[in-house]
Structure formats: structure tokens, C-alpha cells
């Protein structure tokens, strides 16, 4: 089982990027999703979760209106579209799957900066 995440880059405020989440090696359709974030010296935290069909979808405050997760089930791909971003999203973003075991995702660097 396995997830590789993808889409991280270094792109200014205001801007947007989209991570994506391929997973293999596993049922797809039956695991709810979720993106977590850790920034430099801050623990690791929740941005936003969905459901293994894709109907219910949880975000954490700091990103709400900003940030949308979303899935394709044929692909076998979770998605992090994020828009009108900060300094402070600044981290390492890990996908997660979660069923009767967690399967994590390698991170990839997202940073914001001018």
C-alpha cells in the first residue's frame, strides 16, 4: 500500500496550487481521505478531511473558503486545490488514508513567500 503526494512548490501570497495524492496497492474507494500540514517547529495538524465516497468534507478553520479536497475514486487520487494563500501555510503537506489501518504519504514542500 502506498501514497505519493505531488504538486508542492514555492509560489507567492495570494497565489494557488493544487496537490495531488495517487494511491496504490490498496482499495481506494474505501478509505476516507485527509491532507495534514507541519510547519517548522509547530505540530502536525489537520487541514482537511473526506469521506471515502467524497459526499462529506471537513476543513480546519485556518483554511476554510481557501481550500477545497476533493477525490477521484477511478483514479485513485485525493486533491488539495488551494487558493489565496499565505506566508503561514508554509509546510510540509502528507496525505493520509484511513480505513481499519492509516496508510501515510511521503510529503511534499509547499511554501509561500515573495
Known amino acids: 500500500a502506498q501514497l505519493v503526494g505531488s504538486g508542492g512548490g514555492l509560489v507567492q501570497p495570494g497565489g494557488a496550487l493544487r496537490l495531488s495524492c495517487a494511491a496504490s496497492?490498496?482499495?481506494?474507494?474505501?478509505?476516507?481521505m485527509s491532507w495534514h500540514r507541519q510547519a517548522p517547529g509547530k505540530e502536525c495538524e489537520l487541514v482537511a478531511s473526506?469521506?471515502?465516497?467524497?459526499?462529506?468534507?471537513n476543513y480546519a478553520d485556518s483554511v476554510k473558503g481557501r481550500f477545497t479536497i476533493s477525490r477521484d475514486n477511478a483514479k485513485s487520487t485525493v486533491y488539495l486545490q488551494m487558493s489565496s494563500l499565505k506566508p503561514e501555510d508554509t509546510a510540509v503537506y502528507y496525505c493520509?488514508?484511513?480505513?481499519?489501518?492509516?496508510?501515510w504519504g511521503q510529503g511534499t514542500q509547499v511554501t509561500v513567500s515573495s
Open positions: 496497492g490498496f482499495t481506494f474507494s474505501g478509505y476516507g
Open positions: 493520509k488514508a484511513m480505513n481499519w489501518r492509516t496508510i
Open positions: 473526506i469521506s471515502n465516497g467524497g459526499a462529506t468534507t
